[in-house]
């Protein structure tokens, strides 16, 4: 089955996104970003990698709002993006709950924050719980769930606000590699259940061509896009494919992208 394909008009948006700051108050500037420039289709599932240090996180960071660009700008449905707001959600590496609520509160919050009434919040929370595999856990706390198991809860809370654009800043790398793979395939589910527009930065160039529509190569610092490869692999997606050739064809692809840029 091939599953349709995005909208080809642009939610998300940069133009000539530049971040210069001062490290650690040293009074040198140091430029993590030049001129990116990106559209992300409503509906895609796009992939950003790249070295360490090339200022993916920090482009995370400007497209939700948390930071302002010194240069250029970031653009949700044409309208600049001047701070955090409830259409874009951004899932950090560590999933960062809250260990005095249990997973359903967690869930909660973002809902809670935004006035939803109480009886259309459960609603959504059990809804979201079951979606990334949590239903029979809703009143464990934190330290009671594996890695994998909290990062679901933060997925679960990413999406409970029904946000129109998910950021996910490297969600898996703090799993070991069968949890993050099996992670990566509900992210796949949940994707193909929501057709939200998902942005992820991922160092892995398997986990990214499994994922993507399209992965986006970044140059090392002050990163810029660099390589655009398309994934014209058909959906839905198993594991299976991370053994196939036509997946590691693509992923060599991605993998010279990179290396060319050292």
Excluded at 70 to 83: K, M, N, Q, V, Y
Excluded at 134 to 159: C, D, H, K, N
Aim: net charge neutral; with cysteine; charged share 20%.
């Amino acid at each position: 089955m091939t599953m349709p394909p995005p909208s080809s008009s642009p939610l998300l948006r940069a133009e000539r996104l530049g971040m210069t700051f001062d490290a650690n108050g040293s009074g040198f500037p140091v430029r993590a970003l030049a001129e990116v420039s990106l559209d992300v289709a409503r509906g895609a599932f796009v992939v950003l990698v790249g070295p360490s240090g090339c200022g993916k996180s920090t482009l995370l960071r400007l497209l939700a709002g948390l930071e302002s660009p010194t240069e250029g700008r970031a653009l949700l449905d044409g309208a600049p993006i001047a701070a955090p707001q409830r259409r874009i959600s951004l899932i950090f590496q560590q999933a960062n709950l809250m260990p005095w609520r249990c997973v359903r509160a967690n869930v909660l919050l973002p809902l809670e924050l935004a006035g939803v009434p109480a009886a259309e919040r459960q609603a959504r929370a059990a809804e979201m719980i079951a979606l990334v595999g949590l239903t029979g856990f809703e009143e464990a706390y934190p330290a009671e769930l594996s890695g994998g198991m909290a990062q679901r809860v933060a997925i679960a809370r990413g999406l409970a606000a029904r946000p129109e654009v998910l950021l996910m800043d490297e969600p898996f790398a703090a799993l070991d590699a069968l949890t993050r793979e099996r992670l990566s395939l509900d992210i796949l589910q949940v994707w193909a259940a929501t057709r939200q527009t998902i942005l992820m930065v991922t160092h892995n160039i398997s986990e990214a061509v499994l994922l993507a529509d399209e992965v986006l190569v970044m140059s090392p610092r002050p990163g810029r896009i660099v390589r655009r490869v398309p994934i014209p692999l058909p959906r839905p997606r198993t594991l299976d494919l991370l053994y196939s050739p036509a997946l590691g064809e693509l992923a060599g692809q991605v993998r010279a992208a990179i290396e060319q840029e050292f």
